[in-house]
Structures are given as structure tokens and as C-alpha cells.
């Protein structure tokens, strides 16, 4: 009997141990969790609102609304995901259980306990400035994708569908993205920040992915070789984008790498002139390059290596012991022959990459020759 006492003795104090381990390592995840960076607004006459104070009775109505609607409320992980994918926002990274989305009047609110997002509508005469129409439309859309819904949206509250791409980067939904674009005022430099960057309050980090659509829709996809450039007016503010990086740097996330990633799409595209012009200024710039492996930007890489040239003086010139040289139509022996040209004649290069170079002979035509068959004067 002592035996046994003696046992379950044991096992009482393992389980005690094993909860308050459990305990303490769900207090230190608390304390790791960060405060909702927008809950706080100042409404400009020197008075603040605090949204972790949204009157209970606001959610309970919307709630009831979306239920009344036969609303299908996610569960916590699709909650999650949509709220993180859509809004940029990881809730699980806060400890609030409501969580403005941006700094706003009116901001989209992420309802955590609800799995929801309430939203108000300052134009609409209903009570709390809840409009049923947009509550439904906007979260069915947010979280089903509903065709429906969006097209609610883009003839009720087209702003709201621009901000999902513009402000907050969302492009999963690429007939969304393309409706924004064909509209979009990419001359605009506030607007083409906005697009671009997420403002923190602190620092401004890219928004990377939207660059792959404006490559895409914009200018219909990337560049072979740099001889050519794509039309489109996409790029058009970048240069005075990276010259504000580079007077203000540490209002960037990261700006070295920001400023270099703007010029690979630009290179992307066949826009040279910004990155030709920033080499010429700062000296240092190819060697830091070089010092950080080019960041992994393999057309950025492969244009200072290869293209770039300080604004200096060579010229090439045809060097043949034949008396002449074929310009040919791909970079190999067997292509198609374009044009022979004479030893002795000077050539413009286009592209120094590889063994086989993107020349342009003096009758403007433009095909590849072997590089052991040019000299540089």
C-alpha cells in the first residue's frame, strides 16, 4: 500500500511539473506576441481611438448581419491564411483579438474570436455605418473569392478592390490586378510608392510580387537580350524612386538590396538607362555588387559584368584572318549567315555575355559574332 501511495505521489507531481511547464511556456508566448501596430488612430483634434475598444455591440450586429445572409464563417485557419495573404497581416503574430488592418477612419477590423472582417461605410445612412450589402460582399470575397461579390464590389466600392492592390499587395486574384492596372496612373509617383511599398510607420519594404504583374501585364514579359527594350509605362517613376532611396535610406528596409532589386526588373524589361546612369555616379556600387553576390539578381549580374560600360571610349573592331567575319542570325557556327563583315570595320556591341556577342554592323544590321573575332581598340 506505502508502494502504491508512494507511486501515485509520483505521478501527481510529474503532472504538475508537466502543467506548470506547459503553463510557463504559454506565458512566454504571450509575452512574445506584439501589439496590433494600427489599433491606435489619432482623429486629428487630439483625440485618440483604440479599436482593442470596439463596442462589442458592433461586432454582435455585424455578426448577426453576415449570419442572416447565410455568411459561412472560415474556420480559424483559413481565417488566418486569408487575413495574412490578403492584408499582409500575420494575426497570430498579436496578441489582440481585434486587429485593424491600416491606419484609417474606417480601416477593415480582423475580428479574431468571430472569424470575420468588419468594415463600416461612412457614405451609407444604416446604423453604425454598417452597410449589410458591403459586409457581405466584401468578407464573401475576401474569403471565398465569390464572382458574385466581386462584381458587387467593383460597381458599389471599386476604391475598396483598388486598396486590396494597391495598398495592401494582394494579386492572387489576377483579373482583379489587370481591372486595377488598365486604370491605374503609373505616371503617379505617390501613387507608384503606394503600389510598390508597405509602409510600416518606420520603414517602407517592397512589395515584390506585384512586380511579376506589371512585367506581365504591363509589358507583356521580359527581354531576350539587351537590345531592345519593352514598351510600356510601367517603370516610368522608378529612377526618381531609387534616387529618394538613396538620399533617405534609412526610411528603407534594406535599401542597398531595395534599390538593386528596382533596377533587375527595370534590366527585366530592357530599361538600362537608370542603372547606367547610378554605375557612372557611384563608384563603389560594382564592388559592393560584387561583395554581395549581386543580392542573387542574375540579370542585374549579368548586365554589369557583361554590358556595362564605363563611359568610356572602345571601340570594337572586326578582326578576321579570312578578311571578313559572319554575322550570324543565333550564337552558333551553323546559323544563318545575315551579312559578312570586313576586317578592319568597327562594330557596336550590344551584349558581351557569353562567347557569341549581340553586335550591330555599320549597315545597322544586328546578329552575333564570335568574340575571338573582335578587337578592342
Known sequence: MKTLSLLFAFILL????????????????????????YNITDEGDGTKSNYDDLSPEFI?????????????FPDEDTFNHKVSEIFSINVKEYSNPIIALRLSMFPEVAIREDQFIFIQDVNTNEPEFINPDLLYHFNSYVFYNTPVSYVWLQSNSPNLLYDLVVHYGYNKDKKLVESIFKKFDFNSLSEMEELIFIDSGTQKKLKKQIFDDIETMIYK????????????????????????????????????QTISYLFERELRVGIQGDIESYLNKNSKYQSDLEK?????????????????????????????????????????????????????????????????????????????????????E
Open 14 to 37: 510529474s503532472c504538475n511539473g508537466k502543467e506548470g511547464k506547459d503553463r510557463l511556456q504559454n506565458n512566454k508566448e504571450i509575452t512574445t506576441l506584439k501589439t496590433a501596430p
Open 60 to 72: 454582435k450586429t455585424a455578426k448577426k448581419i453576415l449570419a442572416q445572409r447565410k455568411f459561412q
Open 221 to 256: 514579359g521580359k527581354v531576350e537580350d539587351f537590345s531592345y527594350a519593352k514598351e510600356g509605362n510601367g517603370y516610368l517613376r522608378i529612377g526618381e524612386i531609387i534616387n529618394t532611396i538613396s538620399a533617405s535610406p534609412k526610411e528603407y528596409d534594406e535599401p542597398e
Open 292 to 376: 554581395n553576390n549581386f543580392y542573387d539578381l542574375h540579370t542585374l549580374k549579368k548586365y554589369v559584368k557583361y554590358i556595362y560600360q564605363k563611359e568610356s571610349n572602345a571601340i570594337f573592331i572586326v578582326q578576321d584572318a579570312d578578311g571578313y567575319t559572319n554575322l550570324r542570325k543565333d550564337k552558333n557556327s551553323s546559323s544563318q549567315i545575315l551579312q559578312k563583315i570586313n576586317t578592319g570595320e568597327q562594330i557596336d556591341v550590344l551584349d558581351q555575355s557569353g562567347d557569341w556577342w549581340l553586335v550591330v554592323s555599320k549597315e545597322g544590321k544586328k546578329g552575333y559574332v564570335h568574340k575571338s573575332r573582335i578587337k578592342t
